[in-house]
Structures are given as C-alpha cells and as structure tokens.
C-alpha cells in the first residue's frame, strides 16, 4: 500500500532562500531545554546537510514531545518513511515571479544516503542534458531549477502483481511496455506544500523504465536525458506523440488527434504548421503517423524530433510551441528605469534644468542573441544605445535639455524575441511594452 503525508495548509518561512512551509511558532515548550520551534529548526538542518536518517529521529522525538502541537504534527510527516526532506536549487537565474521554476523529485529513493546522493546526482544530469537541447540551451536564463528530496519507504515500483510503498506511488502505466508514471496529485501536493512557486516538475523513479509526461509533471526512470526531453515536451509544452508505433494494449485506428503538431487532416488551411508550409520552410509538410497511429494522423516535419522516435532535438514546428510556452511564464523585459511610469520635472526636464532624461530597460538575455528594442517618443521613432556590462545588457535613450517642448510626452520603449524559431506569434508572447509619461515644464525666462 502507498503511503504519504498528511497535508496541512502552508506557512511560508524563509529557509536557504526558499519559501518552505513550516508551521507558526509553538504554544507550548518543554520546561527547560531548547524550544520546540529550535528543535525543529535543528531537525531542519540536519536534513540540510544531507543528514536524513539523524533528522527523521530528530523529527520522531518532536512529535512524541507535542504531539497536539501544529510544529509535532509536521514533525510526525518528517518522521514516516514517505516524506519530503528538503528543497535546494540546481540553478538560479533569477525571481521566481519572472521565470520558468522547474522542480525535479524523486520516488522509490529510501532515506539511505547513498541513494539520495545517486538521485541528486541524476537530477543535474537532466539539468546538464537540457543545457544542450534547444530551445532550453539558448533559453537557460530563463529558467530556475530546482532538485526535491523525498524518502520512500521501499525502492521498488507498482506492478499489475504487487503494489510498493513509495512517496509518490510510482509504477508500471497500462501501456504496452509498461511506462513508469507516478499519482500527479501527490506530486502536485508536495509542489503547493514545499515549492509554491513551482511552475512544472519533473519526476525520476528509480525503479523506473521510458516515461509518461502531462499534466505539468514529466516521469521518467534514471539515466537517459533523451527520454526526459520528450516527456517535458508532453508535460511543459502540450506537444504529442509523434512516432506510430503501437503504445496501447489494443490497437487503435484512424484520426481524432489534433494538437500543436499533429492533425488528423492534410487540408492546408486547417493545418496547426501552415504558417511554415507557407513559407516554405525547409522539411514541413504532412507525413503519416503519430500517437501510436500509421494512418489517419500527420506530423509536421521529416527532420526527426524529440516527440517521435528518433533525435534528441525538437523539430521546427515543436521548437516554436516550446518557445512560445516559455514567454507565457516570463516577460522579455527584465526591468525598467525609470521604475515609475509618471517622470515629472523633479526628475526630469524641469524649468532651467540642464540634465538628461535617462530611460532604459533591462531585456531578458537568451544565450546567442539579443532582444530587439524599439523607442518612439510621442509615436516617432528614435534611436537609443545599447549598453553591455557584468550586470547585463541595458537599453538606454536618453532625452536632452530642449529636445521637446513644455508639455506631457509619450516615452515607449518596446521589447521583441526576433528569434527566427518563432514564425507566428498570434498572441504576442514575445513582445512587451513599458511607457513613461514625460512632463517638461517650460524654462523661466
């Protein structure tokens, strides 16, 4: 039987810069010796050094000692053989609010050191694979990374003839070859318990084989990179299937399947990828199979892709897709000067004033090209410079004493991806906007 935690509503504390939930202070404490809120924060560092077996004692001794207590209630989960240990990053690039934070877990890892280092370890492998696949290596900085412990009670996997206890129930899918998946709803759970501002997981079970991908959550066993780049096309970016071989216990016939890059019809203007066959683009069209179908259902390219069954690499029309996900999580503008959208003549053009205006923004950096910046004062095009330091890259346009007349002027500062991965963007994903109204007072005689 799989067991897992009891979940209480979360109270944020700031634990090794990371919101983690751990419950409000105590009402009682021991009559002498350190408090219960210490003890906890001492349980908690122990898990922080990797010191999980000594921290689940740690953690068993709190809830006997206060067991009525919010603190010895959350202590009693640390302390069962299913249960989280701690939350660390892998890579930071920056504030969660403006960034693509994947969590990785991991299931069928018992509290054994040993183990838990080996799952860690696998853990910045996928983040090093991902380092070299495109889109996700030209867009690193757009992502934080981050690893979940988790112990479980048994290093096994749920079959149709025996069922493990594992934190997140991992086991054998009912497809043809087995599949590892895992219950989304627990991982779920732990993400709005530990990680909060979890945008996507990604989950390793040890025992597992091949993986499965949705609802936010990629699964996979150990080892390779390629298969966690597929299931995270499933999962992060709504891509499907895209090779024909049977993956159902019973066979399954003709259309019905439509997505970003499969259509169970070749009419052209239906098609999800006309926009590229329009123009020509080298290798799309419509080619049989997909989602474990030889007839009824087209993919879009004959270049081989990561959702069908050859190549590491996204094909044309998934790249898109997966870049336009991207920029539904994050902003292409990183920041902005000045941070208010009123500049009046305090800091500004005033009466007699003789210094510049300065605007700039901070665009986002992809890893081998810039973003397009375009400034108009008042509707009209003008030119700003760019400015490249260790802090960033900066666009600046700066306003001259005199350049405009007394009055309120419109400063736009417009931000675009001009990445040629990206042929149609409907919604307009890739580009923002900041404007600042300018007020110049007229100079005293």
Same mark, same amino acid.
């Given at each position: 039987?799989?067991?897992?935690?009891?979940?209480?509503?979360?109270?944020?504390?700031?634990?090794?810069?990371?919101?983690?939930?751990?419950?409000?202070?105590?009402?009682?404490?021991?009559?002498?010796?350190? #408090?219960?809120?210490? +003890?906890?924060?001492?349980?908690?560092?122990? =898990?922080?050094?990797? %010191?999980?077996? @000594?921290?689940? !004692?740690?953690?068993?001794?709190?809830?006997?000692?206060?067991?009525?207590?919010?603190?010895?209630?959350?202590?009693?989960?640390?302390?069962?053989?299913?249960?989280?240990?701690?939350?660390?990053?892998?890579?930071?690039?920056?504030?969660?609010?403006?960034?693509?934070?994947?969590?990785?877990?991991?299931?069928?890892?018992?509290?054994?050191?040993?183990?838990?280092?080996?799952?860690?370890?696998?853990?910045?492998?996928?983040?090093?694979?991902?380092?070299?696949?495109?889109?996700?290596?030209?867009?690193?900085?757009?992502?934080?990374?981050?690893?979940?412990?988790?112990? #479980?009670?048994?290093? +096994?996997?749920?079959?149709?003839?025996?069922? =493990?206890?594992?934190? %997140?129930?991992? @086991?054998?899918? !009912?497809?043809?070859?087995?599949?590892?998946?895992?219950?989304?709803?627990?991982?779920?759970?732990?993400?709005?318990?530990?990680?909060?501002?979890?945008?996507?997981?990604?989950?390793?079970?040890?025992?597992?084989?091949?993986?499965?991908?949705?609802?936010?959550?990629?699964?996979?066993?150990?080892?390779?990179?390629?298969?966690?780049?597929?299931?995270?096309?499933?999962?992060?970016?709504?891509?499907?299937?895209?090779?024909?071989?049977?993956?159902?216990?019973?066979?399954?016939?003709?259309?019905?399947?439509?997505?970003?890059?499969?259509?169970?019809?070749?009419?052209?203007?239906?098609?999800?990828?006309?926009?590229?066959?329009?123009?020509? =683009?080298?290798?799309?069209?419509?080619?049989?199979?997909?989602?474990?179908?030889?007839?009824?259902?087209?993919?879009?390219?004959?270049?081989?892709?990561?959702?069908?069954?050859?190549?590491?690499?996204?094909?044309?029309?998934?790249?898109?897709?997966?870049?336009?996900?991207?920029?539904?999580?994050?902003?292409?503008?990183?920041?902005?000067?000045?941070?208010?959208?009123?500049?009046?003549?305090?800091?500004?053009?005033?009466?007699?004033?003789?210094?510049?205006?300065?605007?700039?923004?901070?665009?986002?950096?992809?890893?081998?090209?810039?973003?397009?910046?375009?400034?108009?004062?008042?509707?009209?095009?003008?030119?700003?410079?760019?400015?490249?330091?260790?802090?960033?890259?900066?666009?600046?346009?700066?306003?001259?004493?005199?350049?405009?007349?007394?009055?309120?002027?419109?400063?736009?500062?417009?931000?675009?991806?001009?990445?040629?991965?990206?042929?149609?963007?409907?919604?307009?994903?890739?580009?923002?906007?900041?404007?600042?109204?300018?007020?110049?007072?007229?100079?005293?005689?």
């Amino acid at each position: 039987m799989r067991v897992t935690s009891r979940l209480f509503l979360p109270v944020a504390v700031l634990f090794l810069g990371v919101q983690q939930r751990v419950p409000v202070q105590a009402q009682s404490t021991p009559s002498a010796g350190p #408090s219960l809120n210490e +003890r906890f924060q001492d349980a908690e560092d122990l =898990a922080r050094k990797g %010191l999980y077996e @000594a921290s689940k !004692k740690a953690f068993a001794r709190i809830a006997k000692d206060f067991p009525s207590d919010e603190l010895g209630r959350e202590a009693a989960d640390r302390a069962q053989a299913n249960a989280f240990l701690r939350l660390q990053p892998i890579e930071r690039t920056g504030e969660s609010k403006d960034r693509v934070d994947v969590v990785i877990l991991g299931d069928g890892y018992t509290v054994d050191a040993r183990q838990q280092q080996a799952f860690d370890k696998q853990a910045r492998q996928i983040v090093e694979g991902f380092s070299k696949v495109s889109p996700w290596a030209e867009y690193a900085s757009y992502f934080n990374w981050w690893v979940m412990d988790l112990s #479980s009670a048994e290093s +096994r996997l749920d079959t149709p003839t025996r069922e =493990a206890n594992t934190v %997140l129930g991992g @086991a054998m899918s !009912k497809f043809s070859q087995g599949q590892v998946t895992v219950d989304r709803d627990i991982v779920h759970n732990f993400l709005q318990r530990y990680a909060p501002f979890a945008d996507t997981a990604m989950v390793i079970v040890k025992q597992g084989s091949l993986g499965t991908g949705g609802g936010d959550v990629a699964v996979f066993g150990p080892g390779g990179v390629n298969v966690a780049v597929h299931e995270f096309g499933h999962s992060f970016g709504n891509l499907l299937d895209e090779y024909s071989s049977q993956v159902e216990l019973h066979p399954v016939t003709g259309g019905g399947v439509r997505g970003v890059n499969l259509t169970d019809s070749t009419d052209l203007d239906s098609c999800p990828w006309r926009h590229w066959i329009e123009a020509g =683009a080298k290798g799309v069209g419509f080619f049989e199979g997909g989602a474990g179908r030889s007839r009824g259902v087209w993919h879009p390219t004959n270049q081989g892709c990561a959702m069908g069954s050859s190549g590491s690499a996204y094909c044309t029309v998934c790249r898109e897709a997966l870049v336009k996900r991207i920029y539904r999580y994050t902003k292409p503008i990183e920041a902005c000067y000045p941070a208010t959208t009123d500049v009046r003549s305090s800091i500004g053009i005033g009466a007699g004033s003789d210094a510049p205006v300065i605007f700039s923004v901070t665009p986002k950096r992809p890893k081998d090209h810039f973003l397009a910046v375009d400034w108009t004062v008042d509707g009209a095009a003008v030119k700003g410079k760019r400015d490249l330091s260790d802090a960033g890259v900066f666009e600046v346009l700066k306003v001259e004493p005199g350049a405009l007349s007394p009055g309120n002027h419109r400063i736009l500062a417009k931000v675009k991806d001009p990445t040629d991965w990206v042929l149609l963007d409907k919604e307009g994903v890739l580009t923002a906007s900041r404007e600042w109204s300018l007020t110049v007072e007229r100079r005293k005689p």
